[in-house]
């Protein structure tokens, strides 16, 4: 059974960076699958953000290409997101899912970590 | 960008009743998938490549459509489908989602 779990600080201050990780287990990260970040600010709806390949292959969100960044770790089966110059707009729950190499759709999902920008 | 629009926002229903869920795609897609979120939880995977249930999802969520119109039907409603329903696109880039359909069991 695949499971991803979201780590990282619950709290940032404005400008600042947010960083988190995923660690995956149940399937071995360099197997056929892509990863992704999606995140849902308070009240609304889902949004993707950035994902990576099993290649190493990235793609971002075009409003956020600038200040954001995904990363794998396979030694440790985990990936990563760093988002830079945080806003009160990037306040949200943040998930990390993933899914089959040539599927369009997100099999796995973490639980979600909540994340605040805040002073 | 595909802009996926779903209607209705809301929908409140009886145990029993059929509901019928639409997802407008602002240009052709390949396929959709659905997802449906509990409070307070994580989105989970119902249908892919637009007709598919996924593991575990009873045979009650159907999904059909194709082009620029979908819809996700759940033949006869049961209070733990309260829930968000998000319709999703990624064989376009950059991928989608709708912004939900909230259903409500009366």
């Known amino acids: 059974q695949v499971q991803l779990q979201e780590s990282g600080p619950g709290l940032v201050k404005p400008s600042g960076t947010l960083s988190l990780t995923c660690a995956v287990s149940g399937v071995s990260f360099s197997t056929d699958n892509w990863w992704t970040w999606v995140r849902q600010p308070p009240g609304k709806g889902l949004e993707w953000i950035a994902e990576i390949y099993n290649n190493g292959d990235t793609n971002y969100k075009s409003s956020l290409k600038s200040r954001v960044t995904i990363s794998a770790d396979r030694s440790r089966n985990q990936f990563s997101l760093k988002l830079t110059s945080v806003t009160a707009a990037d306040t949200a729950v943040y998930y990390c899912?993933?899914?089959?190499?040539?599927?369009?759709?997100?099999?796995?999902w973490g639980q979600g970590i909540p994340v605040t920008v805040s002073s | 960008e595909i802009v996926l629009t779903q209607s209705p926002a809301t929908l409140s229903l009886s145990p029993g009743e059929r509901a019928a869920l639409s997802c407008r795609a602002s240009?052709?897609?390949?396929?959709l998938a659905w997802y449906q979120q509990k409070s307070g939880q994580a989105p989970r995977l119902l249908m892919y490549d637009t007709s598919h249930r996924a593991t575990g999802i009873p045979d009650r969520f159907s999904g059909s459509g194709s082009g620029t119109d979908f819809s996700l039907t759940i033949s006869s409603l049961e209070p733990e489908d309260c829930a968000v329903y998000y319709c999703q696109q990624r064989s376009n880039w950059p991928p989608t989602f709708g912004q939900g359909t909230r259903l409500e069991i009366k």
């Open positions: 240009q052709s897609v390949r396929n």
């Open positions: 899912t993933g899914g089959q190499s040539g599927t369009y759709h997100h099999d796995y």
